[in-house]
């Protein structure tokens, strides 16, 4: 028999084979093995909140003696990427202010992160105001020049729990139609 005991905050969600569930504990009967063979059995569980969980799993047998037993580590969260505009409508040929926050729900640092976005047509990068990592001024060491529509800033650490915000302006194009333009932010632990 070999027994998965989840830790808390993890819950069992679908197993192959299916196993047995009870509470946090999922159990399976693989039957016989030859000797030097090996089995497989596949659990997804759902975390419900960041951080590292220790998993333990065991297999008993009639014949084999005590209980083997093992554990795996698994950190959970990771980087949360949220883009805002402070500027909801603005004219052709004006700017278009904007907010990308990067949140690190990992309980450990992120290292060498890149921040990007790619801007909709008939927009161009044209300053950025601020960066700030934990609410403290850093300064990128890369960072788009004026006219780029494929933005980049990195690269830096964030902290479990804390957030890196890079604060920037696009000019709209004076040819720009009225319309509702959106596009995706996005960051990358670049290794």
């Given at each position: 028999?070999?027994?998965?005991?989840?830790?808390?905050?993890?819950?069992?969600?679908?197993?192959?084979?299916?196993g047995s569930v009870s509470?946090?504990?999922?159990?399976?009967?693989?039957?016989?093995?030859?000797?030097?063979?090996?089995?497989?059995?596949?659990?997804?569980?759902?975390?419900?909140?960041?951080?590292?969980?220790?998993?333990?799993?065991?297999?008993?047998?009639?014949?084999?003696?005590?209980?083997?037993?093992?554990?795996?580590?698994?950190?959970?969260?990771?980087?949360?990427?949220?883009?805002?505009?402070?500027?909801?409508?603005?004219?052709?040929?004006?700017?278009?202010?904007?907010?990308?926050?990067?949140?690190?729900?990992?309980?450990?640092?992120?290292?060498?992160?890149?921040?990007?976005?790619?801007?909709?047509?008939?927009?161009?990068?044209?300053?950025?105001?601020?960066?700030?990592?934990?609410?403290?001024?850093?300064?990128?060491?890369?960072?788009?020049?004026?006219?780029?529509?494929?933005?980049?800033?990195?690269?830096?650490?964030?902290?479990?729990?804390?957030?890196?915000?890079?604060?920037?302006?696009?000019?709209?194009?004076?040819?720009?139609?009225?319309?509702?333009?959106?596009?995706?932010?996005?960051?990358?632990?670049?290794?």
């Open positions: 028999t070999l027994t998965d005991t989840l830790p808390s905050g993890m819950v069992p969600v679908a197993s192959e084979p299916t509470g946090a504990t999922v159990s399976w009967s693989l039957g016989s093995l030859d000797p030097g063979a090996s089995g497989t059995v596949q659990l997804v569980a759902l975390p419900q909140a960041a951080g590292s969980y220790v998993n333990q799993a065991s297999v008993q047998c009639g014949t084999c003696g005590a209980a083997v037993q093992v554990s795996a580590t698994t950190s959970v969260g990771g980087l949360v990427v949220t883009k805002r505009t402070t500027t909801p409508t603005v004219a052709a040929g004006s700017l278009a202010e904007y907010v990308i926050e990067v949140r690190n729900t990992a309980a450990t640092a992120i290292a060498s992160m890149t921040v990007t976005d790619v801007l909709s047509s008939g927009f161009q990068y044209e300053s950025t105001a601020a960066v700030l990592n934990n609410g403290s001024p850093v300064a990128p060491s890369a960072a788009p020049a004026v006219g780029d529509s494929s933005l980049a800033w990195g690269s830096f650490t964030v902290q479990p729990g804390q957030t890196l915000s890079v604060r920037f302006a696009a000019r709209v194009s004076a040819n720009a139609g009225t319309a509702t333009y959106q596009n995706d932010a996005g960051a990358t632990p670049v290794n």
